[in-house]
DNA sequence: AGTGAGTTGGGTAATTAGGGAA
DNA sequence: CCTGTCCTAATTACCCAACTCA
């Protein structure tokens, strides 16, 4: 362990949030539109998404809350 | 390039599983809603099936139980 | 700087959920 | 007991052109 950046998280692109959840990528579009569903914006506009978020929704269990 | 993020189930629509089992997707979600069928819910309330899972009851032999 | 893939936006069909009755 | 069908409302999928990303 070197240099950690503060609070680095994975962020996913809508394709492969959309994979996940065997969704068109417009539709997660909507769920962040809809504020079901924090998004990130890149500095073009283009969405990206918290993959522990995205996990926890899918009903994977996360690592860090594992005694849930 | 849809880089696959995490370990993900690849989910199958209520049509898609009723084509494979020749019935209505009515009944998949009765079969869903008695438990009989573990379900994933999109978050419009839509629900996804484990294909893993589908193939299994309909008899097709899972590769990752191939040691079974 | 240019190329190809991915994303965004809006609009319109197609699925799905839910309850209820045959 | 199980299934297929009818209904309405909600959600999702596919169409386009323009923009961003790597």
Same mark, same amino acid.
């Given at each position: 362990?070197?240099?950690?950046?503060?609070?680095?998280?994975?962020?996913?692109?809508?394709?492969?949030?959309?994979?996940?959840?065997?969704?068109?990528?417009?539709?997660? $579009?909507?769920?962040?539109?809809?504020?079901?569903?924090?998004?990130?914006? $890149?500095?073009?506009?283009?969405?990206?998404?918290?993959?522990?978020?995205?996990?926890?929704?899918?009903?994977?269990?996360?690592?860090?809350?594992?005694?849930?």
């Amino acid at each position: 362990m070197t240099t950690q950046p503060a609070q680095s998280e994975v962020l996913l692109t809508p394709s492969e949030v959309a994979t996940l959840f065997r969704v068109d990528p417009k539709t997660v $579009t909507r769920w962040a539109k809809a504020g079901k569903l924090s998004s990130i914006r $890149t500095l073009g506009g283009h969405r990206r998404y918290r993959e522990s978020e995205v996990l926890e929704l899918l009903g994977v269990p996360n690592q860090r809350d594992r005694q849930a």
